[in-house]
């Protein structure tokens, strides 16, 4: 399924957010929310939080239970990975999160 270092699923990735930065910015396009700078960040980190989100839910926490406890150093390595997608999505969430506020400000005047 993947290469070594999970380069296959990393470009999987990258087209699942690519994919749905695409939907992101027609929905926006469609509310006529013409704020470049601010849809620009909404339409990267929102994309870029679903799929992480969605990872940990199908891969990273499944793979983290079904191990046996004895597995130590296999589960130590879901945890750094699962610790590193939580703050990639923290930083996303935080860097995006003014844009939100703008664009419900935008719909809900």
């Known amino acids: 399924m993947t ?18 930065q695409e939907r992101i910015a027609r ?7 013409t704020d470049d700078e601010s849809a620009g960040d ?3 980190h929102l994309a870029e939080v679903a799929v992480l989100g969605n990872n940990l839910f ?7 239970l079904a191990l046996p406890i004895e597995r130590t150093s296999d589960l130590a390595e879901i ?5 590193w997608d939580l703050e990639e999505m ?7 999160d003014p ?6 400000n ?3 005047p």
């Open 3 to 20: 290469d070594g270092n999970g380069n296959e699923a990393r470009l999987d990735e990258v087209k699942l957010i690519s994919s749905l």
């Open 27 to 33: 929905k926006l396009s469609d509310l006529r929310y």
């Open 42 to 44: 909404i339409i990267h």
């Open 58 to 64: 199908k891969d990273s926490i499944p793979k983290f």
């Open 79 to 83: 945890i750094f990975s699962i610790k």
């Open 90 to 96: 923290k930083e996303a969430i935080a860097d995006m």
């Open 99 to 104: 844009h939100l506020l703008k664009l419900g």
């Open 106 to 108: 935008f719909l809900d």
